[in-house]
């Protein structure tokens, strides 16, 4: 796992952008060249929905991180895109090294920590 506009770091492997947004005033010509990541899939983010929602959620309390965690991955799987998406993830990952890479400083309260274990998981051969 990766902070979006941190420097590349051996055996990150291919890095995934998996915010809502790319960043701002970044031309997608500057991503990769410039440390953001390699490839933005916003498929494998936070609604804008559940982003607005996250002020509801004290993120330091591991309860109700969880409570944010679960449904954030109950919406991710629940749409056939998303959960194709993170299937073609996982297929790349079983195969090769990936990152995960978000703007949130702390990557435990970061959904990408729970996108990190999903796709880990679905390219073990489990899936829910």
Known sequence: MFRIGTPPQPGQGLRVGATHRPPRGVPKSRWAADGYFDV???ALAPSAKLLGEIKK???DNPAQRKKFFDRYEKELLASADSRQTVEFVAEIASRMPIS????????TRCHRSRLYKIIQEHAAGGSK
């Open 40 to 42: 933005w899939l916003p």
């Open 57 to 59: 959620y004290d993120l």
């Open 100 to 107: 995960v890479g978000c703007f949130c400083e702390d990557e």
